[in-house]
Structures are given as C-alpha cells and as structure tokens.
C-alpha cells in the first residue's frame, strides 16, 4: 500500500522548491525533505529494519525527526516517538514496552539516552543507492503510542499502516487541508496527535511550521509565531490552552489569519461556556477518539453561536462505527446515556505484550462482519440530532490538558517515596472550568511539597503532576474498605 513517503515524494517531483517544513535552522523544501527520507531508509534497510521492525524515533522535533518517521513508515516498519524531554527512565520503559528494536537519534542526544537498545545515529553516512522497497504491508504495524491504562502503567497502542494511512487521507480531506495551508506543529512527539499536526498537512502538500516548544506555551510568543509565520490551521489544540488563550487581555486577536482551528484532548464545553468561540475567527472543529482508535473518530463544526450547554463531538469519520450501549452491549435509545464503543477501520491490534487487557477492551462486534471488533472506550455518551455527546468518563480516567491520565499511575509513583505510607490522587476542576490534580498523603507530614513534586519528576512528565497535596492522618474509606474518594474531593474543595 502507498504510505507518507510516497506523498512526499509525489510532492517532490512536482514542486521541489515548494517549502514543507519552517523549522529553527530554515526552511526545508520537499526535494530536500524526500531526499533526507530516502537516506534515512537506505539508512535503516541496511540496519535490518523490515516489517514488524519497531524503531523508536528521539530527536528534538524538526527535519530529522520528519525524515526518520516518514523513512520508517517507508521501510514497511513501525515507529515509537520519543519526548526527549520527559525523564530517561519513562523513556525506556516505552522503549522496552514499545519492543523497540533500534533508537534512532543523533550525536547531540546519543549520550543521555542509554534506553537499552542498540544506537543508530541519524547523522552517520548512509548507502548511496535506493535498495527496493515493495508497498507497505496494510496489516503490518506503523506506530506505536502508550495511553494510561487501568493498572496506572502506560500501555502501548498498536496502529497498523492502513488504519493511519485511512486516518491521515480522511482528515486531510475533511479537514479541507491543501497547498496553501500552513499548520503550526502544536502538539509535542511522543503523543500521537503531534502524527496528526506532523503527516497530514504533509500528505496534503501543505507548510508544516517547527518552532522551539518555549514559544507555543507562552500565549504572547504563540500569537506572534502565528503572525509571522502567517498559519492558517491549527489541528491540535487543547480546550485549556484556548480558554488560556482567550484569558489574556493584551492580546486582542491571537488567531488572526488562522481559518481552522481543531480542538482535542478535552471537553470543550468549559472553554464555549466562557464565551470562548468568539475567539476563533473562522471554522473551529471538536474531534473525539482514542489512542487505541488511531486519534480520532468522530467530528463536529461548532457553530458561530454554540449551545454552551453541549459537549456535542459528532458524527464518525469515514469508515468508522460509533455505538452507544447498555451493560449488555445492546443499543440505548436516542437521547439515552451509554458507553461509547467504536469499531471499524481505526480499531488498534491492540495492546503490545498485554493480551488479557486487550481480550478485555477490544472485543468481537456483535454488530459488524464476522471477525470484526470494537473498542469499548470507557466514556459515557447519548446520541443527540448534532451527533454524539460526551457525558463523561464511566472510570477514574481524566484528561489534563488534553493528555489521558490515571490517578493509579501517579499513586505508584508517590508510594515509592519513602516517606509516603498512602496516597490517592483524585480530579478538580477550578473557577476557569480547568481540571487539575491533588494528590492526598498519608506519611511523614513533614516532607515538603517542592521535595514530592522532585521525586515524581524523576518518572513523570508534567502533566501528571498533582497540583496540591494533602496531608491526612489516615485516608477515609468506605464501607467495603476502599478510598472514599468523593470524601477526600468533598474534603479538598470544602
């Protein structure tokens, strides 16, 4: 089957000098970008790297990161990108979940990642001549993306190549993205929505723009990379970061010139009951799915005047099936709260090395061809004449900026400091409709804050960390013996 790289390339031959990546170092043309994607892959076929090959990708995002990812996808294979800046222990451990095979990076990064597994530095000479490469098996992996699971640990998702190449066209196509766009890369590597902002203006032929990360954080910074550059489509953005955006008085019209903006991550509602649309001035897009659904399965065009009341996400993408189902998988009526099931063409494998959770979430559709499966999501949802509203989660999951948490995952972590004896970690939500976390502690009550937050940090990104910490001298209960964790919510808000 025909992958990104053949996209790029198509792009190269018509219109070599057309620019498809700004990037910190300059402007990098499709010619030079299907050239840096043609050494890479001659690069990783002579390493051995064939279908089923996972190689995980860490480099800071740019012209290297492109190549390797694209050179990847070439080769048949399956890729796992790397945020160089989460803690080196985390990373190996997706290294070592993921079954990575190789870590492709470069000199300036080499030194600080010792993930265990063998080295090939991007920047050494790579053969001179194109070695075959047959299509792209449809059934063969192409990434691999860890999402928080029911154990707290994070699990890694299987994508094949048919469900992303599917993926990519569609939202190239709905999305409206052509030659003239230009996307801001917002989301960072490592997520699977920085695939969305990476591949898709690129399979479209459009201009993808690379900054430093330091400049997208600061709304001040954002706005004028977003003049400067003259971007037209965001695709990736978080409903916190617009209500972040739209709380800044100095800054009148940070969207301007921008016709598309494609929210995810979150609810929107908060961000629309605050009055946040007028914000954006031209088409904003709600999108719905999970990692093991390949990023998105359903959208929705929020109207200039919404319902701030709704959480409407839509109607499924092309060849996708969203069902709402009671305890016995048989459909509620319309208007009526189930949870969400989704099947079709961006169905996961699975979870790698995890078959009991994957026999658990990925189950046989009673609804669709024989064979098939749908993945049970875990939210709550009702059908309504916009499409599907998301009613929330129906488990401890929630959603920090857009990332998919588990409280259990940094509950571990926080019982591996030797002063914490218990700990439970439940949601908040602040005056601004932002969902945060607080941790509460049982333990030596004189551990200070900054000395937790600097052991969570040796494992965990920032988006899992708590926001406030409680000290109890015992935690409460339940009858049945189980953290009462509406108490300790009561507790912390009262």
């Known amino acids: 089957m025909r992958t990104l790289a053949d996209d790029i390339a198509a792009h190269a031959a018509r219109h070599p000098e057309r620019i498809a990546l700004d990037t910190p170092d300059g402007p990098v043309t499709y010619r030079e970008l299907d050239a840096g994607v043609r050494e890479v892959a001659r690069l990783l076929h002579a390493h051995g790297v064939r279908p089923e090959t996972v190689c995980a990708v860490a480099v800071e995002h740019g012209r290297d990161a492109v190549a390797a990812m694209a050179a990847v996808l ?46 090939l530095r991007l920047d050494r000479p790579a053969p001179d001549e194109d070695p075959p490469f047959p299509p792209a098996d449809p059934r063969s992996l192409a990434y691999v993306s860890h999402t928080s699971g029911s154990t707290g640990d994070p699990s890694p998702v299987l994508v094949e190549h048919h469900a992303l190449d599917g993926y990519l066209r569609d939202t190239a196509h709905a999305l409206g993205l052509g030659p003239d766009t230009v996307v801001l890369q917002t989301a960072p590597l490592g997520y699977d929505a920085s695939l969305r902002d990476t591949f898709a203006p690129l399979l479209a032929g459009a201009r993808l723009v690379l900054v430093e990360r330091a400049r997208l954080l600061r709304p001040a910074e954002f706005a004028r990379t977003v003049r400067e550059h003259h971007v037209t489509a965001l695709l990736s953005v978080t409903p916190s970061f617009l209500t972040h955006l739209a709380g800044q008085p100095d800054l009148p019209d940070p969207l301007a010139g921008v ?47 919404p319902d701030p009341a709704d959480d409407v996400v839509g109607h499924p993408r092309a060849g996708t099936t969203v069902r709402v189902l009671d305890a016995a998988l048989v459909p509620v009526p319309d208007g009526t709260v189930g949870e969400v099931y989704i099947g079709g063409t961006g169905v996961a494998r699975g979870y790698g090395g995890l078959p009991a959770r994957t026999a658990g979430t990925f189950v046989p559709d009673p609804y669709g061809p024989p064979g098939s499966r749908m ?59 932002r969902v945060f976390l607080a941790a509460h502690l049982t333990g030596d009550g004189a551990t200070t804050d900054a000395a937790l937050r600097a052991h969570l940090a040796r494992t965990l990104p920032p988006h899992l960390m708590p926001r406030h910490f409680h000290r109890h001298a015992t935690l409460p209960t339940t009858r049945g013996g189980k953290a009462d964790r509406r108490r300790l919510v009561a507790g912390s808000t009262a």
């Not at 070439?74 to 990108?81: K, S, V």
């Not at 945020?83 to 300036?108: C, E, H, K, N, Y």
């Not at 972590?413 to 939500?429: E, N, R, S």
């Open 74 to 119: 070439r080769c048949g294979a399956a890729f796992l990108t790397l945020d160089v800046g989460q803690p080196r222990d985390r990373l190996a451990s997706f290294v070592r979940t993921a079954s990575a095979r190789l870590l492709l990076t470069t000199a300036a990064h080499a030194p600080a990642l010792d993930l265990g597994v063998p080295v």
């Open 259 to 305: 016709t598309l903006v494609a929210s995810s991550g979150e609810s929107l509602r908060p961000f629309l009951a605050a009055g946040g649309r007028r914000l954006v001035p031209g088409r904003l897009v709600n999108q719905y799915g999970p990692t093991e659904c390949t990023m998105t399965t359903t959208r929705h065009s929020v109207p200039a005047v």
């Open 375 to 433: 993945y049970r999501t875990g939210d709550l949802g009702r059908w309504t004449a916009q499409g599907l509203r998301y009613e929330g989660r129906g488990d401890r999951q929630v959603k920090i900026r857009g990332y998919r948490v588990d409280p259990s995952e940094i509950e571990g972590a926080l019982l591996t400091h030797p002063a914490v004896t218990g700990a439970v970690v439940t949601p908040g939500t602040d005056g601004r409709g």
